[in-house]
């Protein structure tokens, strides 16, 4: 079983920055790849990146393109998502999922994670 806890979630205006922390627990050693997705309310659960244990990393969703950057420190256990110039279309609940996939250029779907942390959310004002 892998527990995945995220952090770093919260409140800011517009223009400022975050940065996300997931935390990996567990017996991990089926994962191969960490991922962040995020779900407004009444919107679909939507692919931001990918990283593999290689460090690879998948192409950005075009929505975040040049704004946010992920990261990952192996050895700690931690996946990072760096935001910066956020607008309140990134207000969301933002989650860390791992899986075992082939290399990929995408982030690809939420199925093909098996594992999914609660969540954090991110709430941007005008």
């Known amino acids: 079983q892998v527990r995945l806890v995220e952090t770093g979630g919260g409140s800011v205006q517009a223009g400022g920055s975050l940065r996300l922390s997931c935390t990996v627990s567990?017996?991990?050693?089926?994962?191969?790849?960490m991922a962040w997705f995020r779900q407004a309310p009444g919107k679909q659960r939507e692919g931001i990146v990918a990283?593999?244990?290689?460090?690879?990393?998948?192409s950005y969703a075009d929505a975040v393109k040049g704004r946010f950057t992920v990261s990952q420190d192996i050895a700690k256990g931690k996946v990072y998502l760096q935001m910066n110039s956020l607008t309140p279309d990134d207000t969301a609940m933002y989650y860390c999922?791992?899986?075992?996939?082939?290399?990929?250029?995408?982030?690809?779907?939420?199925?093909?994670?098996?594992?999914w942390g609660q969540g954090t959310q991110v709430t941007v004002s005008s």
């Open positions: 999922a791992g899986g075992r996939r082939h290399s990929s250029s995408s982030v690809g779907a939420t199925y093909e994670y098996k594992s």
């Open positions: 567990g017996d991990n050693v089926m994962t191969n790849c």
């Open positions: 990283i593999y244990n290689t460090g690879e990393i998948t």
